[in-house]
């Protein structure tokens, strides 16, 4: 049986869809992640072609995740193209800085603009939502503003829970995905990054994925590993094998010491 949303919901669907409509073509920043895949599912609706999906190939993105990305868009029949970003090539960013997130998202609105303006298109869009400025930790957001990206999912006053919940009835697949960010977010604020850190990080995070985990977050902190899960999985770790599974597999990656953060999953725990 089909999801059904609430009348409020396809109320806010419908000043969507009718932003959309006002763009009448669009670049899209998409990641695979909830929120940019329920914008281009609307918008490849609206707009068919003249919606252009971007996804960012970068060091900050694990391979699987991106693969993934790259297969809903090609089942969903969505114009997506890949491009090359280059924010480790900005020292700036690499000093991993309380900005790092600026210029990260400041050098994917220069490379969205550039390829805008190549297709004749004025329009570029990102998938902000209401409860985004919340959060004191998006400093990204004022890399978009300055680049005169548009936030639609702002302008329609989705939350996440909202998105979630079109994306059901949509049956996108990502409607229950766990929220996810960069990889850089693992390391500690003024900790310098590199790739092949983060390719570290990437492969401690799929032994904790292999394993059923769902919320997780892999931090690093030189030779100690501190792993943060859901509080619901907490009894996962403990089923027989795992926990030493963890621990040798995570050693085998370069990590001297392993440690399970008692406060679970949480957002911003490595922003210092």
């Known amino acids: 049986m089909q999801y059904k949303i609430s009348p409020q919901l396809l109320k806010k669907e419908a000043a969507l869809k ?32 003249d919606a252009h999906l971007i996804i960012a190939d970068s060091p900050s993105i694990p391979r699987e995740e991106l693969e993934e990305a790259i297969k809903l868009a090609e089942l969903r029949g969505w114009h997506l193209d890949i491009i ?14 309380r ?21 004749h298109i004025s329009v570029i869009i990102y998938g902000e939502t209401a409860d985004d400025g919340y959060d004191p930790t998006r400093v990204g957001v004022h890399a978009a503003r300055e680049s005169h990206a548009k936030a639609p999912l ?30 850089a ?25 292999t394993l059923g985990f769902r ?21 996962l770790l403990f089923q027989s094998g ?5 621990v040798i597999s995570l050693q085998d990656i370069g990590y001297r010491h392993v440690t399970l953060d008692l406060a679970g999953y949480r957002t911003g725990s490595t922003a210092g």
């Not at 090359?84 to 800085?97: A, H, I, M």
């Not at 939350?159 to 960010?181: M, N, Y």
């Open 242 to 246: 795992v926990r030493e599974r963890i």
């Open 99 to 119: 900005k790092r997130c600026y210029y990260c998202k400041h050098e994917l609105f220069k490379v969205m603009r550039q390829y805008a303006v190549e297709k």
């Open 18 to 49: 009718q932003l959309f409509r006002e763009y009448g073509a669009v670049v899209i920043a998409y990641s695979g992640g909830v929120d940019s895949t329920y914008l281009a599912d609307v918008g490849h609706e609206m707009l068919t072609d």
């Open 84 to 97: 090359k970003t280059k924010e480790f090539d900005s020292p700036d960013f690499l000093k991993n800085n």
């Open 185 to 209: 977010s693992r390391i500690p604020t003024g900790n310098p990054l590199s790739s092949e850190l983060l390719l570290k990080v990437e492969t401690a995070e799929k032994v904790l994925q």
């Open 154 to 183: 702002v302008e329609a006053k989705f939350s996440k829970d909202e998105i979630r919940e079109c994306s059901h009835a949509r049956g996108l697949p990502t409607w229950q995905k766990a929220s996810f960010a960069c990889l």
């Open 215 to 235: 919320q997780y977050r892999v931090r690093h902190h030189d030779t100690l590993c501190r792993i943060e899960i859901s509080v619901e999985d907490f009894p």
